[in-house]
């Protein structure tokens, strides 16, 4: 299992330590969520912040875009430094032709779903992903409770990886703990983010040992 802390609860006046301490810890990957106060009812990073992060940690840094024009931001963020740019399906009336935008931008493309959004809606574009990101809470917080029926999603897309011999990884992103985890891993999830659990608890590396030894 893949562990990506999002840096959406780490303490924003001390962002370089926060990220320094999760990488020593044992984080595999970065998540970094930007939304636009318009897609999502909530205000966070640019790509500035990416770009100052770049050079503090040598962990890939993946970009969780809650925007309702995601096109018009895929350059800066792979400018800045991005190593994959996560884009919504519902943000866009062009899913296909962002994600072949992300592509040429030589960074790795991942398609992000929303709790309501049916996998069929991503049937086209599966070809052309490295990552798929079930959303396991509505986007927009950190501190929400998982959705329990996103499991069983999880599990169709891990099926449908299989009979389609396609190799993307799966994430999921939301109220992911040491008592959520283990069903989302059961059901085939590659990548776990989790925010509030990890930059909330006294030790992050014993945070995320005990997502490890929760899916064992
Ligand atoms: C929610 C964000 C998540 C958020 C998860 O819109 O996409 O990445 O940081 O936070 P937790 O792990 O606290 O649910
Ligand atoms: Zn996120």
């Known amino acids: 299992m893949k562990i990506a802390p999002s840096i959406l609860s780490a303490d924003f006046a001390h962002l370089a330590r926060d990220v320094e301490k999760v990488e020593k810890a044992g984080a595999d990957l970065l998540h970094v969520d930007v939304m636009d106060g318009h897609f999502v009812s909530n205000l966070t990073f640019g790509p500035l912040v990416v770009q100052a992060l770049r050079p503090v940690t040598s962990l890939p840094l993946e970009v969780h875009l809650m925007v309702s024009d995601p096109a018009a931001w895929v350059a800066d963020f792979a400018e800045a430094g991005a190593d994959?740019?996560?884009?919504?399906?519902?943000?866009?009336?062009?899913?296909?032709?962002?994600?072949?935008?992300?592509?040429?931008?030589?960074?790795?493309?991942?398609?992000?779903?929303?709790?309501?959004?049916?996998?069929?809606?991503?049937?086209?574009?599966?070809?052309?992903?490295?990552?798929?990101?079930?959303?396991?809470?509505?986007?927009?917080?950190?501190?929400?409770?998982?959705?329990?029926?996103?499991?069983d999603k999880v599990d169709r897309l891990y099926q449908l990886r299989k009979a389609r011999k396609l190799h993307f990884d799966i994430e999921v992103d939301g109220g992911i703990n040491n008592q959520t985890v283990k069903a989302a891993a059961d059901a085939g999830t590659d990548i776990f983010v989790a925010g509030s659990y990890v930059f909330g608890s006294k030790n992050v590396g014993d945070a995320m040992n005990s997502l490890r030894e929760a899916v064992k």
């Open 84 to 151: 994959t740019i996560l884009v919504h399906e519902e943000a866009t009336d062009h899913l296909y032709g962002v994600l072949q935008h992300v592509i040429e931008k030589g960074v790795r493309a991942g398609v992000v779903i929303n709790p309501g959004t049916p996998l069929s809606s991503l049937e086209e574009v599966l070809p052309l992903v490295d990552q798929v990101l079930v959303m396991t809470v509505n986007p927009g917080f950190g501190g929400q409770k998982f959705l329990t029926p996103m499991v």
